[in-house]
């Protein structure tokens, strides 16, 4: 399959799949959304002058902004979604026992990508960013997403694209590969 990396999935009873990078890609401009996300900011009269997009969410934690925060990146990421790209391991989905998806996107825009590229039916649960109160590399996200399909962490592997995927899975006990082949 895709890499050989789908080639060992029969080997588990349940696959979590993380979402952008991995099955789509969304077409999402993060600068400008780390722009709209500072304006909130501004307009609070809170200084978010140089940091990034995970530190603004940290901050919009401990500013009270979290909601604010957090609609102006998920209206971006949904309408990314609805125009993102199905990357090849999108192919591999709906062939495990049971699956998932753990994304550091939001719920809604996760859904919108499984939606939009005919995936939705083969997933079991989805978990965003917004779906639990910690986000990866904290492993609750991934246990939450494998409490919804009801599998053990020994019986699941988390395909993901990035060094924060890979820790989230060693965190959380589950076999990780990534979706490159690597």
């Excluded at 722009?35 to 940290?58: H, K, N, P, Q, R």
């Excluded at 939001?106 to 039916?121: F, I, K, M, N, P």
């Excluded at 699941?156 to 959380?172: M, Y």
Aim: charged share 30%; proline share 3%.
């Amino acid at each position: 399959m895709t890499n050989g990396v789908a080639d060992d999935f029969d080997a588990f009873d349940a696959v979590v799949w993380d979402l952008d990078g991995t099955l789509v890609q969304l077409q999402v401009n993060w600068d400008h959304v780390a722009d709209d996300v500072t304006a909130v900011f501004e307009s609070a009269g809170v200084d978010a002058a140089g940091i990034d997009l995970w530190e603004m969410l940290d901050l919009a934690d401990r500013s009270d902004l979290r909601s604010e925060v957090e609609t102006v990146i998920a209206d971006h990421e949904r309408t990314g979604a609805l125009d993102s790209d199905r990357l090849p391991f999108a192919d591999t989905v709906g062939r495990a026992g049971a699956e998932a998806v753990c994304s550091l996107n939001c719920e809604a825009a996760c859904r919108v990508a499984l939606d939009t590229h005919g995936l939705a039916s083969h997933v079991d649960a989805v978990v965003g960013r917004d779906t639990v109160t910690t986000r990866k590399p904290d492993p609750e996200p991934l246990l939450e997403a494998l409490r919804r399909i009801d599998t053990s962490p020994d019986n699941a592997v988390f395909v993901g694209d990035s060094p924060r995927d890979a820790e989230a899975a060693e965190r959380a006990g589950v076999a990780f590969r990534y979706a490159d082949g690597e």
